[in-house]
Structures are given as C-alpha cells and as structure tokens.
C-alpha cells in the first residue's frame, strides 16, 4: 500500500482527498479532475449557524468551495487502506451528487465522506470516541473540555454572561456543544493515573446535570470538571501552563508566591462545600 500523503499546496490528481483549513475546523472534499471537487457539506456550512443537522453532496469547483482558504493533498488512510481505483474513487463521488443527509459530527461528518470514497470504508480520525473519553474543544482562544457519556452526548459544565462565577453541568448533543468549533478525543492524564470504570464515569456524570457549581478559571474549570470524572482528581495543565509562564516570565520572583498559593487549589482533590450550589 502506498504511503500516506499530506503535502501543503500541491497539485491534486483525481481520487485525492482535500483537506481545507477553515480556522476552526477541518473540512475534507475528493478531487474528481478538472478543478472540481465533491463534497459532503451543511446546507448552511457558510452561514451562522454551525448546529445544522442538514446536508448535501456537492460538486464545486476547487476555488469556490476554497473561498479563499488553505488546503493540502491529505490522503490519510493511505497507510491502513489499498485506495480504490481512481475510476471508481470519481464515479462514486459523481453518483451521489444532490443526495441529501443527516450530518452528524461523530458518525457521518465530511471526513467520513471522502474515506468512504477513497477506501469504501468511512472514518473520521477526529470522532473515534467511547463512553468516557474526554473532548477538547478548541475555541481559539481557549480549550473547553467536556466527557462523552455515548449516543452522541457530551456532559460539561456551562456559564454564560450574567453569572460568570457560577457553572452548571449540562447534557447536550456533541454538534450543539462543538458549535462549529473544532475538537479531539484527548485523554490528556491517562500515562499519569488510571481511568475510573466506564461505567463509573459516565454515571458520575449523568448524576450531575442540572446541577450548580462555583466557576473558577484557576480552580475550577471545565478541565477540572472532566477529569476529575475520569481520574477522582481534579486537575487543569492550562493553569499549570499558565503558572509555569507567569514564574518563568520577567516578573516571575514577584508573582510566584501567590501562584503557588493558586496552583495548591487548583489541584485540590476534594471539593469544598462552597462549590457545590445546588437549588
């Protein structure tokens, strides 16, 4: 089988899958010849609302559907899967022109699409999720975490405007959550603790939703409330990181003494009576 090719700014050939780099996310489209490209999108993928369960197979010329964005060649199953021939890779593609389907970010995305096409096996690096994993979300500026608890369901914490201190844990579809933002499973602590059960996870937080929580962006974030789901201890690496480059920083002598102060409750393992806001 051939190796697996991720090349920026090359000339495509048919058969080859698109990757498109729309800040946020990853789109994915295959190359059938002629500077057209098909392509598995939202109805309303430039638009507002980055929810739409909505979609359609497109053909569009390469330029248009860029509009502007980056891409590179990326056939990235190349070294797991024989790619079909390039007649059948085009053909395929041409045939399902118009059809219109359910978009789903875990089971059936853009990225599904184009394997399906290239390979005839459908798969999507970014969705290969179990009950229990954790997602980080990223939202440019800052990384949002949540745990998967299955069926396409996501439990994370939630603040909004009015309340900035004040987080309430939620259940909610893994496309609502992402809100166009990119993600990846991302079991950031398991070469450090053992993983609770599954089963204890995903109950632990189920038993949680509706529930409210002080917010602290050093002491309690979204990254403390997932892993202390998945590992009993509650810890955040963007605090640490955050610590780290304060102390390394100019005026590090000055501030580490009350950083220490800060990374001590930000790595408290046992919840204090005030964080718990149940009404």
Not at 67 to 90: A, F, M, Q, T
Request: net charge negative.
């Amino acid at each position: 089988m051939g190796a697996s090719q991720s090349v920026l700014v090359t000339e495509p050939k048919p058969g080859d899958l698109i990757a498109v780099d729309r800040g946020n996310y990853t789109h994915w489209a295959v190359y059938i010849g002629e500077d057209e490209v098909v392509h598995f999108a939202r109805i309303n993928d430039s638009g507002p609302d980055k929810t739409s369960l909505n979609a359609e197979v497109k053909c569009q010329m390469l330029s248009d559907m860029l509009n502007g964005n980056s891409y590179r060649v990326n056939n990235l199953l190349d070294d797991k899967y024989e790619p079909r021939d390039l007649e059948v890779i085009v053909k395929e593609a041409r045939s399902r022109i118009g059809q219109k389907l359910t978009y789903d970010v875990v089971n059936y995305n853009s990225e599904h699409f184009v394997t399906e096409m290239r390979y005839g096996k459908p798969e999507s690096r970014q969705s290969n999720m179990n009950p229990g994993d954790l997602i980080e979300v990223d939202r440019g500026n800052s990384k949002h975490w949540a745990v998967y608890v299955g069926e396409n369901d996501v439990v994370h914490v939630t603040t909004n405007d009015r309340t900035p201190l004040k987080a309430e844990v939620t259940r909610e579809k893994l496309h609502v959550m992402l809100n166009g933002n990119s993600y990846r499973v991302n079991n950031c602590l398991d070469n450090k603790y053992k993983p609770l059960n599954p089963d204890v996870i995903v109950k632990e937080a189920c038993s949680g939703v509706g529930q409210q929580l002080l917010y602290d962006a050093t002491m309690r974030n979204s990254e403390h409330f997932v892993t202390e789901l998945r590992y009993g201890k509650r810890k955040s690496r963007q605090v640490t990181e955050a610590v780290i480059g304060v102390i390394t920083g100019p005026v590090g002598l000055l501030a580490a003494p009350l950083l220490k102060l800060t990374s001590s409750f930000s790595s408290s393992e046992e919840p204090t009576e005030a964080e718990s806001l149940t009404e």
